[in-house]
C-alpha cells in the first residue's frame, strides 16, 4: 500500500526533537501506524507479539531495546509499558527516544504515572481532503489567519462526487477502494465498534444491540446540539428503544476513549449585549462516513435527502478545519447565543488570532452565511478580543473567491492548512 504524507508528520518531528518519547493517539485504521514508521528506526507490535505478555513478567526494559526512534506499536495492550518508557526517557536523559501509537485510551483503573515533561502528544485523524489529494489547499487556513483574502480558484466538484467521499471517509486503506467496498467495510467497522471494541476497551460487557441504538441516534444528530437527554428521547421516539442516561453516558465515554466520538467546543468570548453564550459541545463521528454506515445509508438515499447531507458536510469540514487549526496552533471551537445566532466554527491560534466560518453545502444559502457572520461580527466586544482575521463561508461548489463584503467564499476542494 502507497504511503501517503499526513499533516502531523511536521508536528511529530518537532515534538520528537522536544521530548523523550512521543504519543501518538487516534482512532482505529486512521493510519498512526503507517505514519509512525515514517520515524521509527525499530518497531515493537505489542499486540501481536505473544512474547511480549511473558517477557513483561521477567524483564520489561528487554522491549525497550532497539534503535532508536523505537515505535510501540499498541502500547496500551501492556499499559505497565508506559512507567518503563518514562523511567527509560528518565535515565537516557535524551530526546526521540520512543514513539507509542495507540487506538484506544488505557482503562481508567490502571495506575499510570504522569508523563510530564518526558511525554509529548500528537492527536491523529482520519485523513483530510488535501492529504488524499481531493483539496488544492488554495484556501489555506495559515492565510485566512493573517487576514489574506482569496483569489478566485475553480476546480470541478458536484454533489454527487462529494457525497460519495462522504460515505467512503478518509481512512487510508480505503482510498482507492470501490465505492460498494468501502460501504461494506464501513459497515463492518460499526459492528466490530459495537460487537467487540466496545467492551473490550475496559473489559465491561456491553450489549451491542444498545451500542448500535446509540450510534444510530449520534449520526441522526450529528453536528447539532444535542444533549444526553435529546439523545435518551431520540432512542425512545426513532428506535422504540430504552436506553437509560446512565448507560448513555457510560457508552460515550468508552466511545471517546476509543477516540470514535469527539465533541466540539463552544467559543468562550465576550459579546455586547445582554444574550447569554450557549455552552454546550456539537458532536461527530471521528468520520463522517461512520454516520453514514451507522444508519446503513447509501448514495442514493443521501442525495434524497439533501437537508441531512448538510449536516453530514458540516461534520465533515469541522473534522478537516480541526486537523489544519492544529497545523496552525490552533483549536476549533462553534459559537451560539441565546437569539439563535450561530457560527458553525471559530479557529483560534494561541496568539490570539481567529476567523470564523459558516459551513453551507449549497451556493443558494450564501447570502444567509453572509449575514450570520456579519451579525457575529457586530456583537463580538472587540475591547476584550482581537478582530477576527477573517469572516468566511465552507462551500460544497468548485469556486472560491472574496465577496464584495470581505467576506471568503472557500470550496472544500480548496481547504487545506
Not at 448500535?212 to 446540539?225: D, E, F, G, K, Q
Not at 471521528?286 to 446503513?296: E, F, R
Not at 466554527?345 to 488570532?353: L, R, Y
Amino acid at each position: 500500500m502507497n504511503y501517503y504524507s499526513r499533516v502531523i508528520e511536521k508536528e511529530i518531528e518537532r515534538k520528537l526533537n522536544a521530548s523523550g518519547a512521543v504519543l501518538i493517539k487516534g482512532p482505529k485504521s486512521c493510519g498512526k501506524t503507517e505514519t509512525a514508521k515514517q520515524f521509527a528506526k525499530s518497531i515493537l507490535l505489542v499486540d501481536r507479539d505473544e512474547q511480549i505478555p511473558v517477557i513483561m513478567q521477567i524483564d520489561p526494559k528487554i522491549l525497550l531495546s532497539g534503535a532508536t526512534p523505537r515505535l510501540l506499536d499498541e502500547w496500551q495492550e501492556q499499559p505497565k509499558l508506559w512507567n518503563y518508557v518514562r523511567h527509560e526517557v528518565d535515565d537516557r536523559k535524551e530526546k526521540g527516544q520512543f514513539v507509542l501509537t495507540g487506538s484506544a485510551n488505557p482503562d481508567e483503573n490502571v495506575k499510570l504515572h504522569s508523563g510530564a515533561g518526558r511525554f509529548t502528544v500528537v492527536e491523529m485523524q482520519t485523513m483530510s481532503w488535501q492529504e488524499m489529494g481531493y483539496s488544492s489547499g488554495h484556501g489555506s487556513i495559515e492565510q485566512l489567519l493573517k487576514g489574506n483574502t482569496i483569489s478566485f480558484y475553480n476546480t470541478e466538484l458536484t454533489l454527487e462526487l462529494i457525497i460519495e467521499r462522504m460515505i467512503k471517509g478518509g481512512w487510508p486503506a480505503l482510498l482507492n477502494m470501490s465505492l460498494e467496498d468501502a460501504i461494506l467495510l464501513n459497515r463492518a467497522y460499526i459492528d466490530l465498534l459495537a460487537d467487540i471494541d466496545m467492551s473490550r476497551v475496559s473489559a465491561v460487557k456491553r450489549d451491542p444491540q444498545k451500542v448500535r441504538t446509540l450510534l444510530r441516534s449520534i449520526a441522526r444528530n450529528v453536528a447539532t446540539l444535542v444533549d444526553n437527554t435529546t439523545l435518551e428521547k431520540d432512542i425512545k421516539k426513532v428506535e422504540d428503544a430504552d436506553l437509560s442516561r446512565p448507560t448513555i453516558i457510560d457508552y460515550l465515554d468508552a466511545l471517546s476513549r476509543l477516540m470514535i466520538f469527539e465533541e466540539q467546543p463552544a467559543f468562550n468570548t465576550h459579546i455586547r449585549s445582554a444574550n447569554s453564550l450557549r455552552k454546550s459541545a456539537k458532536r461527530h463521528f471521528c468520520d463522517v462516513s461512520l454516520a453514514v454506515a451507522a444508519l446503513k445509508l447509501n448514495k442514493e438515499a443521501l442525495m434524497n435527502d439533501l437537508k441531512y447531507c448538510g449536516f453530514l458536510f458540516e461534520s465533515l469540514v469541522y473534522h478537516d478545519l480541526k486537523m489544519y487549526a492544529r497545523a496552525n496552533d490552533a483549536e476549533i471551537s462553534h459559537y451560539r447565543d441565546s437569539t439563535g445566532l450561530e457560527i458553525d466554527a471559530v479557529v483560534q491560534q494561541s496568539g490570539g488570532a481567529w476567523a470564523a466560518f459558516e459551513v453551507k453545502l449549497g451556493i443558494g444559502m450564501h447570502d444567509e452565511a453572509a449575514k450570520n457572520l456579519l451579525k457575529f461580527n457586530s456583537v463580538i466586544d472587540y475591547t476584550k478580543i482581537s478582530k477576527p482575521s477573517s469572516l468566511n463561508i465552507i462551500t460544497g461548489t468548485g469556486m472560491s473567491y472574496t465577496r464584495p463584503d470581505g467576506i471568503n467564499v472557500i470550496s472544500v476542494a480548496s481547504l487545506g492548512k
